[in-house]
């Protein structure tokens, strides 16, 4: 970055009170450079057993966008983002105090190309599946549906959307191999594979106030398969997800969305001692959403539904949610938000919280 760049971004950074979604820190010669970021702090009480309510630091980030004209139709890009990680999480089984203050971690770093044919991107950053879900809750959609894999380092991705078909494809090597030796998975007898590889697609189509699309992602060697003695049997642990989504909004001042997903796991048979056998078992998880909200004036109110139907499970698990939010300004909002589900042993959560962007 060119001397003159930085020397602009701290007194455009303090200027922002009043910014767009992003801050144009330079436009000259054919360079544009941009900056974006978020704070969120929520107060957060999760659904589950006796779950405890705290203030949480939910999110924090910090991101820079570069592009530079090559020629009329072709820009090289580059993005650097950080993400601020509160030292507390919250889990079905209650809180995680952490060991710091929390961690800033680089979670996006990749440079492509751009054009009219679309955008192809090469680094870190995140899948196609951190997008998927329809769900219009912040917290409590208690089966919220995602695939496994969300973000990786060793993604090429390539987007085109030309506002009424859109697509996407990702493809994610982590062949240089890594392994999972928490305790949990020592203790079910699975750890990451090596060579694990990560296919994506998507496809969309946005017709009158319809928006429609699929999502699919393909990870082979998810995991590892080991025996009572912890001999690797197997490291080749499949899955497959995919989740249709579509959204109407052909009601003034409605949204109304749906979607139906599944999740199906290619592992091994287990016996009653624990050891692991080398037949395939598919195990298939369903989802389904729906929700709607109403926009009146700055506020926004919005409920959900949504189910999960595991195999192996006695029965199916659903849950609910309702939130309102109230917009201070285009880039500042309150929020509050009650959830439940008729799990087993499981108590309703709230949160209220509120994010600033600039």
């Given at each position: 970055?060119?001397?003159?760049?930085?020397?602009?971004?701290?007194?455009?950074?303090?200027?922002?009170?009043?910014?767009?979604?992003?801050?144009?820190?330079?436009?000259?010669?054919?360079?544009?450079?941009?900056?974006?970021?978020?704070?969120?702090?929520?107060?957060?009480?999760?659904?589950?057993?006796?779950?405890?309510?705290?203030?949480?630091l939910d999110?924090?980030?910090?991101?820079?966008?570069?592009?530079?004209?090559?020629?009329?139709?072709?820009?090289?890009?580059g993005n650097?983002?950080?993400?601020?990680?509160?030292?507390?999480?919250?889990?079905?089984?209650?809180?995680?105090?952490?060991?710091?203050?929390?961690?800033?971690?680089?979670?996006?770093?990749?440079?492509?190309?751009?054009?009219?044919?679309?955008?192809?991107?090469?680094?870190?950053?995140?899948?196609?599946?951190?997008?998927?879900?329809?769900?219009?809750?912040?917290?409590?959609?208690?089966?919220?549906?995602?695939?496994?894999?969300?973000?990786?380092?060793?993604?090429?991705?390539y987007v085109?959307?030309?506002?009424?078909?859109?697509?996407?494809?990702?493809?994610?090597?982590?062949?240089?191999?890594?392994?999972?030796?928490?305790?949990?998975?020592?203790?079910?007898?699975?750890?990451?594979?090596?060579?694990?590889?990560?296919?994506?697609?998507?496809?969309?189509?946005?017709?009158?106030?319809?928006?429609?699309?699929?999502?699919?992602?393909?990870?082979?060697?998810?995991?590892?398969?080991?025996?009572?003695?912890?001999?690797?049997?197997?490291?080749?642990?499949?899955?497959?997800?995919?989740?249709?989504?579509?959204?109407?909004?052909?009601?003034?001042?409605?949204?109304?969305?749906?979607?139906?997903?599944?999740?199906?796991?290619?592992?091994?048979?287990?016996?009653?001692?624990?050891?692991?056998?080398?037949?395939?078992?598919?195990?298939?998880?369903?989802?389904?959403?729906?929700?709607?909200?109403?926009?009146?004036?700055?506020?926004?109110?919005?409920?959900?539904?949504?189910?999960?139907?595991?195999?192996?499970?006695?029965?199916?698990?659903?849950?609910?949610?309702?939130?309102?939010?109230?917009?201070?300004?285009?880039?500042?909002?309150?929020?509050?938000?009650?959830?439940?589900?008729?799990?087993?042993?499981?108590?309703?959560?709230?949160?209220?919280?509120?994010?600033?962007?600039?």
């Amino acid at each position: 970055m060119k001397k003159t760049i930085l020397a602009m971004a701290v007194p455009a950074l303090l200027a922002a009170g009043s910014a767009s979604a992003s801050i144009n820190l330079y436009d000259a010669e054919g360079v544009k450079v941009d900056a974006s970021g978020a704070a969120e702090v929520q107060y957060f009480q999760n659904i589950g057993n006796n779950q405890d309510a705290k203030w949480r630091l939910d999110d924090g980030d910090f991101e820079v966008n570069t592009e530079v004209a090559i020629s009329d139709k072709l820009s090289a890009i580059g993005n650097i983002g950080f993400e601020f990680e509160s030292k507390e999480s919250v889990t079905d089984a209650g809180w995680d105090e952490g060991s710091s203050n929390g961690n800033v971690e680089n979670d996006s770093l990749y440079v492509g190309l751009k054009g009219d044919w679309g955008q192809f991107t090469v680094g870190r950053q995140l899948l196609l599946m951190d997008d998927a879900g329809i769900t219009k809750d912040y917290e409590l959609s208690k089966n919220l549906f995602t695939g496994t894999e969300t973000h990786a380092q060793q993604v090429g991705k390539y987007v085109y959307d030309n506002g009424t078909f859109y697509g996407a494809a990702t493809y994610t090597d982590k062949s240089d191999g890594f392994e999972d030796d928490s305790a949990e998975a020592v203790k079910d007898g699975y750890g990451a594979g090596d060579d694990t590889r990560i296919y994506e697609a998507r496809l969309g189509y946005r017709v009158a106030d319809v928006d429609a699309r699929v999502y699919y992602q393909r990870v082979d060697n998810i995991g590892r398969n080991n025996d009572s003695a912890g001999n690797v049997i197997s490291d080749e642990v499949n899955q497959d997800a995919y989740n249709f989504e579509i959204e109407y909004t052909g009601i003034e001042n409605v949204g109304i969305a749906a979607s139906i997903g599944r999740i199906s796991t290619d592992t091994f048979d287990e016996d009653n001692n624990g050891n692991i056998s080398s037949s395939v078992v598919d195990q298939e998880t369903d989802y389904m959403s729906i929700a709607a909200d109403y926009t009146m004036g700055k506020t926004t109110f919005a409920v959900g539904y949504d189910n999960k139907d595991e195999d192996g499970e006695s029965s199916d698990v659903n849950g609910y949610y309702a939130n309102v939010t109230y917009a201070l300004h285009s880039n500042a909002k309150v929020y509050a938000e009650v959830g439940d589900s008729d799990g087993e042993n499981e108590d309703f959560g709230y949160v209220a919280g509120m994010e600033v962007k600039f």
